[in-house]
């Protein structure tokens, strides 16, 4: 991997010097973050101690562009401080790979094909996003037929992705983990003046366990729209998904409203309500449906907290989530302020597996999954160099700590429980052409 980097850059050199130099683009960026963490995903028991690391993301970025074809890459190292020893050995485990690399070809001005690996990132990136926030982020292997017509305002993304363990000549299971086996997706977008409206309809495959030629898929069918008037934003999306995975049958249904003073300050209310599976309700009838709604390959932390309780870390047993929140930022020139503060709920019943194995009978715990605070600090010094800086405080209940499992240590499930995060990040980002 190394000797291929030199290798790029050797060779990023030799096309600068050359005629072609005001059709490239190359860029990059360094991003170490501190962070102290203490139940940042899940609470603490009282006898542990929290975790306190600096982690870093490296990328260089290498575009170019002529008459009907586009090309980009980015090559992208993560890792935590410390974690190779100052003399690397050969046979260290890489951390630099290609974060994308995809070629674009326009067969006529509004019809255009890019295909490689790439990030997806639609509407509000409910659904599919890059994760930018993860030193690592998310990219896909994909395909997609691409039309614009810019005159109407009006786009239809038609993409198709088809994963496999390696190059094999035999038919083999898909084994790699947090990924899917196979997807296709159509996304329409129509502008107008106040309103942007899309469409979008995902179909993800994951590995049967019955046969490896087969998949087991999702559908996942919705809409999403976005009303800007002067200072007034809305934003409403709503999407239902079905599939042969136990017979999904699933919904989320969200919606925003901001609106900015002086051009400076927002304030924003909304809510969100993800369907979830009852743990109380054992008939035949409803476990036989699967009623818990996924986020698929959304940009989670951009959603229901900062600290990434939900659809973002160890998972909370399925019972969805209803988050009524409250957004206020101030934004000047060169700096913003963020205050966000969430109310979290279950959506479908908890069981209190304590109350029920006591008495026999099947008991209920409060939805009640506690709130959380989160506050934001941004500075930008330059085009090239700004801070970031946040800490997050999450009021914790009984609730959120058994669907964690982490009821069993000593000092924990208790209301008065607390959890934090706090972080500092440093991001450089040169333009090398520039």
Known sequence: MKTNFKLLLIGLSILVSGNIYSQMTLTGEVRPRFENRHGYQLPLDSAVHGSTFISQRTR?????????????????????????????????????????GWGQYWFLPNLSLKAGRQELNYDDQR????????????????????????????????????NQNGATNTANAYKVKNNYKEMQYLWLNKKFSSLSAS??????????????????????TGT????????????????????????TQAYMLGADVSYTLMKKISLGLGFENLSGQSQTDTTKAYT??????????????KFNGYMDYYFAGNGHKNVGLTDV?????????????????????????????????ASGNITEMNS???????????????????????????????????????????????????????YLMLVFKPNFMK
């Open 60 to 100: 260089l970025n290498f575009g170019y562009s002529a008459d009907k074809f586009k090309f980009g890459t980015s090559i992208q190292d993560v890792r935590v401080w410390g974690n190779q020893s100052q003399l690397i050995a050969a046979d260290t485990l890489a951390q630099t790979f290609m974060h994308e």
């Open 224 to 247: 999403h729209l976005e009303f800007q008037k002067n200072a007034l934003f809305a934003c409403g999306r709503f999407y239902y998904q079905t599939g042969s995975i136990n017979k």
């Open 127 to 162: 659904l599919l996003g890059s994760v930018n926030w993860q030193q690592q982020a998310r990219t896909h292997d994909v395909a997609v037929l691409m039309f614009a017509d810019t005159t109407n305002k009006f786009t239809v993304h038609l993409g198709a992705a088809y």
């Open 199 to 220: 469409f979008i309809f995902l179909n993800v495959g994951s590995q049967s366990p019955v046969t490896v030629i087969k998949s087991r898929f999702i559908q996942t």
């Open 368 to 422: 009640n999954l506690g709130t959380e605070i989160d506050l934001e600090l941004g500075y930008n010094f330059s085009k090239q160099f700004s801070l970031v800086a946040g800490y997050s405080h999450y009021l914790l209940t009984p609730s959120i700590s058994m669907l964690k499992g982490v009821t069993d240590y000593q000092g924990n499930g208790e209301t008065g429980n607390v959890a934090n995060w706090s």
């Open 288 to 301: 036989s449906v699967n009623h818990a709604f996924n986020p698929l390959y959304g940009t989670a932390h």
């Open 325 to 357: 929140y409250f957004k206020a930022k101030y934004k000047a020139e060169k700096w913003y302020f963020c205050f966000d503060i969430h109310q979290f709920m279950a959506a479908a019943k908890i069981l209190d597996v304590k109350a029920t194995t």
